[in-house]
């Protein structure tokens, strides 16, 4: 299966080693996976500011690219973005009287996976992590609400022998990230990244592992502040880390056709 992979600027600019790992179980799932370089953002934060008209011009940008990869699948490692494509790149494209763009979005659509949605349905090798490792699953807000994804992300975990996963009473409340929320309204999601860590007390866990890095960016970074000792990973990290040999490969797979990052 040829896979294309929408990186996403979060993961590009603040947690490269998140894509590294994405390619790396792709390919030990039997995908080839490349990704071209014309992408740029999904547009979702110039889209939720209203601003649609700016918006659409840079996801045409990254519409074109996707389409033009010719992948079977693409995927992407992060619900909020995967929504955005699937969900409101039809609209967006509508509001703006880019009927084209829309019908074009909504079969780009149709063959776009969040990443854990795309992984649960491929025949991966025995997963084992060389430490045990106690784990809480953070439920992202967009692969809940919109996308309707609670069950791929554990199910995979679940495939990861040395993975305890530990229940959390707060496994499916809003971190408080939001995107533009957290700027707009910085005290309310502070708040609720804080509430949301104050329960992880009880829980006991080792790592925080979620499918969205905005979130688990913005538990770090709550966890910093208040000198709380907590590690955040991205669910495909943990599947990287357990994959057969991974502490010899390293992280330099990186993707491998020609215009690939």
Request: charged share 25%; aromatic share 4%; glycine share 10%.
């Amino acid at each position: 299966m040829h896979v294309t992979l929408f990186v996403t600027c979060v993961v590009d600019l603040f947690q490269p080693e998140v894509g590294v790992a994405t390619v790396r179980v792709l390919r030990a799932g039997g995908c080839e996976v490349s990704c071209p370089l014309g992408q740029t953002c999904c547009g979702q934060p110039a889209w939720n500011s209203g601003h649609a008209a700016e918006a659409a011009k840079v996801a045409r940008t990254t519409l074109d690219a996707l389409e033009g990869d010719g992948g079977e699948v693409v995927v992407v490692p992060a619900g909020s973005c995967a929504t955005m494509i699937r969900v409101f790149w039809p609209e967006l494209f509508e509001v703006v009287g880019d009927h084209d763009a829309a019908d074009r979005a909504r079969r780009l659509g149709q063959r776009t996976k969040e990443l854990s949605e795309l992984l649960v349905t491929l025949d991966l090798p025995e997963l084992h992590l060389p430490t045990p490792e106690r784990v809480a699953y953070h439920h992202s807000c967009h692969m809940l609400r919109e996308l309707d994804l609670a069950d791929p992300p554990v199910a995979l975990l679940e495939q990861v022998k040395g993975c305890q996963q530990i229940a959390w009473t707060a496994d499916q409340r809003c971190c408080g990230f939001g995107g533009l929320f957290s700027f707009k309204l910085p005290e309310t999601s502070v708040a609720m990244a804080d509430d949301k860590l104050a329960s992880l007390a009880e829980a006991a866990a080792d790592d925080v592992v979620g499918c969205d890095t905005s979130c688990l960016l913005h538990l770090r970074g709550r966890a910093e502040h208040e000198g709380r000792a907590l590690r955040t990973r991205h669910l495909v990290e943990v599947l990287a880390a357990a994959l057969p040999g991974s502490a010899d490969e390293g992280a330099g797979a990186g993707p491998g056709r020609g215009d690939d990052r």
